[in-house]
């Protein structure tokens, strides 16, 4: 009898159990909720708010904007002191004068560049000796008058002064100096090791410079600079060799000057986290003067990538999520990685596929119902 009662209980539990979803269900009227799909009914007003996006895929070209420093470039960059203590006796050089490699910017006189010379003429003149004395011995010793024990000592001292006019000669060349072109007590002309432009002119006829005096003049080669970005170690990723960079200036704000990306620096800085990405640019107008600070857009090379509409991306807590369609009224809440924005629409990592249909507008009225 108790059997009896208890199955009765639990059959009248059942029904009213169904009759609440029933109930509920129609009051609403307007979807059924199945996990994370949501079915909308025939009649449903949310069919009319709702707007559908086919996903494609697109060639997609990451920007990121940075500021960054002109700089010249090494190799096109000179820095002209006195390589020695002396005077400046004359200049040939103006400020804004293009100039050669090998051009004449000053010429500076010194006992210490006249004793070079001096030890130089002198260690010459004592190798063409020696040069004599044993072509002398050999000819001795091939006629056989000449004594083997000469002819080696000939040959060791013609060594020797060898050594000493090759040591003699370098320590010339140290000075940018072409030993056979010299004139014994003539003064130094310091010439330019690049060619370019004076960009800096301190020369003063009759001054007179220590040895580790600051430059004189400079030489700089401007037509292309070097720009020095940085890029945080979040975006590091995103940034190539030759990929393209934009730039532009505060003097020129209608004015985009291309660069390219030619170098990304190995090391992180540690107080900023960002790592310096050097920039080459075309300046032929020399619009970009070195410490001047510029804005610059990178622009990744162009990649197949997923873009929604931003509407059709919701979020909840850390969550971003799109609803997919997967059946006549039926849509699918499913997760996404983005990495970004552009022009209105959201950059897709992960999550959907080309030819998937989402929901472009609307898809707040579908969160409702989850």
């Known amino acids: 009898m108790k059997l009896q009662s208890f199955t009765l209980i639990a059959l009248v539990l059942f029904i009213c159990s169904c009759d609440k979803n029933t109930s509920s269900e129609e009051a609403n009227g307007n979807y059924i909720v199945r996990g994370d799909t949501v079915i909308l009914t025939e009649n449903s007003n949310i069919k009319s708010r709702i707007q559908l996006y086919t996903v494609e895929t ?3 070209r990451l920007e990121l904007a940075s500021v960054g420093t002109v700089r010249a470039i090494p190799n096109n960059y000179a820095e002209i002191a006195p390589p020695f203590a002396g005077r400046v006796l004359k200049s040939y050089v103006r400020l804004g004068q293009r100039v050669e490699q090998g051009s004449p910017i000053f010429d500076i006189s010194s006992p210490a560049f006249f004793t070079a010379e001096k030890e130089y003429f002198d260690a010459k003149q004592e190798f063409r000796l020696a040069e004599l004395n044993l072509k002398r011995q050999q000819d001795l010793l091939k006629n056989g008058v000449g004594v083997q024990r000469e002819l080696e000592a000939a040959e060791t001292e013609y060594e020797i002064k060898k050594t000493t006019l090759e040591n003699a000669s370098v320590a010339l060349k140290i000075f940018n100096v072409e030993p056979e072109k010299l004139s014994l007590g003539r003064p130094l002309t310091v010439v330019s090791p690049i060619k370019g432009e004076i960009v800096d002119n301190k020369i003063v006829i009759g001054q007179y410079l220590k040895e580790d005096s600051e430059p004189i003049a400079i030489v700089a080669e401007l037509t292309k600079v070097w720009i020095v ?11 190539h060799e030759l990929d393209e960079v934009e730039v532009k200036i505060a003097a020129f704000p209608d004015r985009v000057i291309k660069g390219k990306v030619y170098h990304v620096n190995e090391m992180i800085d540690e107080e900023t986290r960002s790592v ?3 920039i080459e640019c075309d300046n032929k107008e020399r619009d970009l003067k070195p410490g001047m600070y510029v804005n610059v857009r990178f622009i990744d090379t162009p990649a197949p990538t997923i873009l929604v509409p931003s509407q059709a991306v919701l979020q909840m807590n850390d969550n971003q999520f799109v609803f997919v369609q997967v059946g006549k009224d039926r849509y699918q809440k499913r997760k996404i990685e983005t990495e970004g924005t552009s022009n209105g629409k959201v950059v897709t990592k992960s999550g959907l596929k080309s030819g998937e249909v ?3 507008e609307g898809g707040i009225y579908l969160l409702e119902a989850k």
């Open 58 to 60: 697109e060639q997609y």
């Open 229 to 239: 970005g940085q890029v945080k170690e979040k975006d590091i990723r995103f940034i």
């Open 276 to 278: 310096q990405v050097l």
């Open 358 to 360: 989402i929901v472009s």
